[in-house]
């Protein structure tokens, strides 16, 4: 079955080290996505990519970092300049084609200590 | 900026009661618009989506949402909620390449 892969489920880092959360999909879809999930906050946009080799900050792009140099693969480090880096991150792709249909990951949640 | 604002954080409803969540954004311009859920422990799902035509519109699982352009708000709703509507739902908003979504409302339903 197609869908988007997020790993691992549950991480933890210890303050200070950069750390990469892994997204793959084999959708073919074009486009994805890194949101970041705070209770009362929403999910919140970090980064994009619409193509390969090519991406955009989201909302709160400040300590992050992407890269997408696969259409089936977009990673998220997570760099120890992000001041607040517990938390749940989630994965989507979309569709273009078909209805702008989002697939989403089943996230990883990141605990630094 | 543009923003998607929900404004209720928690509603608690017994079983059998209607249910309207609400939701408004601020952009002026063709949005397209979305309700997803997340049930407890499990991965964003979408409920409805909104992109022209008939502005209200019907989801999975009873649920419907109606567009009102004028007010920029797209609420949803289900005459009678069961206790597994449980969970926390999202207002999104499609503007260019971003999906943006509103905090959050978490729905708790009494048996």
């Known amino acids: 079955d197609g869908g988007i892969t997020q790993s691992p489920k549950y991480l933890f880092r210890k303050e200070g080290q950069n750390v990469t959360l892994s997204c793959e999909q084999n959708?073919?879809?074009?486009?994805m996505y890194w949101y970041r999930q705070d209770p009362g906050q929403g999910l919140r946009l970090i980064y994009y990519?619409?193509?390969?080799?090519?991406?955009q900050k989201g909302d709160i792009a400040e300590g992050y970092s992407v890269s997408r140099e696969k259409k089936e693969s977009f990673p998220l480090t997570v760099t120890s300049a992000q001041k607040n880096p517990t938390a749940f991150y989630l994965c989507?792709?979309?569709?273009?084609?078909?209805?702008?249909?989002?697939?989403f990951g089943s996230g990883t949640r990141l605990t630094v200590v | 900026a543009q923003s998607v604002s929900q404004h209720n954080h928690h509603v608690i409803l017994s079983e059998a009661a209607s249910l309207e969540l609400g939701c408004n954004y601020s952009?002026?311009?063709?949005?397209?618009l979305f309700w997803y859920v997340q049930y407890p422990g499990q991965h964003l799902q979408l409920l409805l989506k909104?992109?022209?035509?008939?502005?209200l519109v019907k989801g999975i699982k009873g649920f419907e949402a109606e567009f009102i352009k004028s007010k920029f708000s797209f609420n949803l709703r289900k005459p009678s909620v069961q206790w597994s509507d449980t969970a926390e739902y999202f207002c999104?908003?499609?503007?260019?390449?971003?999906?943006?979504f509103g905090q959050g409302t978490e729905l708790s339903v009494k048996p």
């Open positions: 989507a792709s979309i569709d273009r084609d078909r209805g702008y249909g989002y697939t």
């Open positions: 959708l073919n879809h074009d486009a």
């Open positions: 990519s619409q193509i390969v080799n090519d991406f």
């Open positions: 952009y002026g311009g063709t949005v397209n």
């Open positions: 909104y992109f022209s035509g008939d502005p």
């Open positions: 999104a908003v499609q503007l260019g390449g971003k999906l943006i």
